[in-house]
Nanobody, 117 residues
Framework: QVQLVESGGGLVQPGGSLRLSCTAS?????MGWFRRAPGDWRELVAS???????HYADSVKGRFTISRDNAMKTVHLQMNSLKPEDTDVYYC??????????????WGQGTQVTVSS
């Protein structure tokens, strides 16, 4: 059974940093992070392929950096210059193709990120 284990969420002040990590029980072509969005769907925050090709939501470009350690089957999301509007539950996602959010992708349980003074 595929498992995605997340860590690194928490409370941080505006302007601060957090690093999320997600370790998978298998190897996936694409890994990334989503967060909740209005309307009860999930917004793609950032994704990365095995080859290191990355994609970022416009709202996080220049502030967040996604990376992965293929040997450790782990993806990291370094979040800098955090804003209150980044407050959300962040979900790790992994899938077998280019792009994420497909029906047969795998999901973590979610980790809370709160940006508040």
């Amino acid at each position: 059974q595929v498992q995605l284990v997340e860590s690194g969420g928490g409370l941080v002040q505006p302007g601060g940093s957090l690093r999320l990590s997600c370790t998978a029980s298998g190897t996936f072509f694409s890994m990334g992070w989503f967060r909740r969005a209005p309307g009860d769907w999930r917004e793609l925050v950032a994704s990365i392929t095995l080859a290191g090709n990355t994609h970022y939501a416009d709202s996080v470009k220049g502030r967040f950096t996604i990376s992965r350690d293929n040997a450790m089957k782990t993806v990291h999301l370094q979040m800098n210059s955090l804003k209150p509007e980044d407050t959300d539950v962040y979900y790790c996602c992994a899938g077998p193709r280019y792009g994420l959010g497909f029906q047969d992708d795998y999901w973590g349980q979610g980790t809370q990120v709160t940006v508040s003074s």
